[in-house]
C-alpha cells in the first residue's frame, strides 16, 4: 500500500487548508486511514482518523476545527482544517490500518508540513 498526500502550506491564524491522502496498491488491506501529526520537539500524536465504515476519532485538541472525511471509492482520505492555530503548526503524516487494529498505523504516507503564522 502507497500513500500520497498533498495539501499542506503557509497559513494565518484563522484560515482554512484541506490535506488529502489517496491510497493506492493492495487497498483491500486497509481498513483505519487518517493522520498523525508532529510538531518539532514533540511526539507523533493522532490528529484524526476515520473507519471504512465512517467512524471518526479526533484529538482533543482540534475537535469542531478539523473534519475527516472519506472516499472508499477512490480510496482517499481528507482532513478539512478550519480555524488554524499556530500550535497546529506540525507535519502532518497521513496513515492506513488493517481491520480491527484501530488507529494503529501500519502503513505511513510522507509528511507534509503545515504551518500557521500568527
Known amino acids: 500500500v502507497q500513500l500520497q498526500a498533498s495539501g499542506g502550506g503557509l497559513v494565518q491564524a484563522g484560515g482554512s487548508l484541506r490535506l488529502s491522502c489517496a491510497a493506492s496498491?493492495?487497498?483491500?488491506?486497509?481498513?483505519?486511514m487518517g493522520w498523525y501529526r508532529q510538531a518539532t520537539g514533540k511526539a507523533r500524536e493522532l490528529c484524526a482518523s476515520?473507519?471504512?465504515?465512517?467512524?471518526?476519532d479526533y484529538a482533543d485538541a482540534v475537535k469542531d476545527r478539523f473534519t475527516i472525511s472519506r472516499d472508499n471509492a477512490k480510496s482517499t482520505v481528507y482532513l478539512q482544517m478550519s480555524n488554524l492555530k499556530p500550535e497546529d503548526t506540525a507535519v502532518y503524516y497521513c496513515?492506513?490500518?488493517?481491520?480491527?487494529?484501530?488507529?494503529?498505523?501500519?502503513?505511513w504516507g510522507r509528511g507534509t508540513q503545515v504551518t500557521v503564522s500568527s
Open positions: 496513515f492506513a490500518g488493517r481491520p480491527r487494529a484501530g488507529s494503529t498505523a501500519e502503513f
Open positions: 476515520i473507519s471504512r465504515g465512517s467512524s471518526t
Open positions: 496498491g493492495r487497498t483491500f488491506l486497509i481498513d483505519t
